[in-house]
């Protein structure tokens, strides 16, 4: 998908502003304009990004210093079929949480005097986005499997290779660990081991359509 505009609404120096944009994923962008041309702007929209909306504690960050100027990013994007989705953020609400990922890295440049000479260093800390890259995990989902553990009836159940394959749903998922914690337990085992025995002791189910 390509990212093809964002725009910027009551957000510091920002009054109303799109950015028309062709970003490929993937791929690094670098936005290079003069001073006072808004880039501490754009960044600072998408470093007030919460999963609930765009949160601003300080007021310096609204666009006048005005409450009333309530700040709004949205977003557009082209899916390889040319759909252009809409996302957006307000003061109360995030759709772009859905489909994106966002992370701001302000300046870690430090200037430092060193001593009786006058003279000095410029030092640039690192930067860790990942501690460690986590181990590659290949899912052990087999469809003829599966449909097998129901017998004559294995044909209600659906392919779900293509949603193994899919970030946003994996990642749906991983934020629910303690729902998969508990389906794990004996208990629900068993209830699954129970509703898995009765299936297979009725006769071909009809089409569910």
Do not use: W
């Not at 600072?44 to 005005?66: I, M, S």
């Not at 860790?128 to 009836?153: D, H, M, R, T, W």
């Not at 208990?187 to 129970?194: L, S, T, V």
């Amino acid at each position: 998908m390509t990212l093809k505009q964002i725009e910027i609404e009551n957000i510091k120096g920002i009054q109303k502003h799109s950015f028309y944009l062709d970003i490929l994923p993937n791929r690094p962008s670098i936005l290079v304009a003069p001073n006072g041309f808004g880039k501490t702007s754009f960044a600072t929209a998408f470093g007030l990004l919460r999963p609930d909306g765009l949160q601003f504690t300080e007021y310096y960050n609204l666009h006048r210093y005005d409450t009333y100027n309530l700040p709004r990013l949205s977003i557009k994007y082209q899916k390889p079929d040319k759909t252009v989705i809409d996302l957006e953020a307000s003061h109360n609400s995030n759709t772009i949480k859905n489909s994106f990922d966002y992370f701001v890295i302000n300046s870690l440049i430090d200037a430092k005097g060193t001593g009786t000479n006058y003279g000095s260093e410029l030092t640039i800390r690192s930067v860790c986005l990942v501690e460690e890259i986590p181990e590659k995990v290949k899912f052990s989902y087999s469809p003829k499997a599966q449909k097998k553990v129901f017998g004559i009836n294995g044909k209600i159940l659906p392919n779900i290779k293509n949603l193994l394959s899919s970030s946003i749903f994996i990642n749906s998922i991983s934020q629910s660990e303690s729902v998969l914690d508990a389906t794990l337990k004996d208990i629900n085992q068993r209830k699954i081991a129970e509703f898995t025995s009765r299936i297979n002791k009725k006769k071909v189910l009809q089409s569910l359509c």
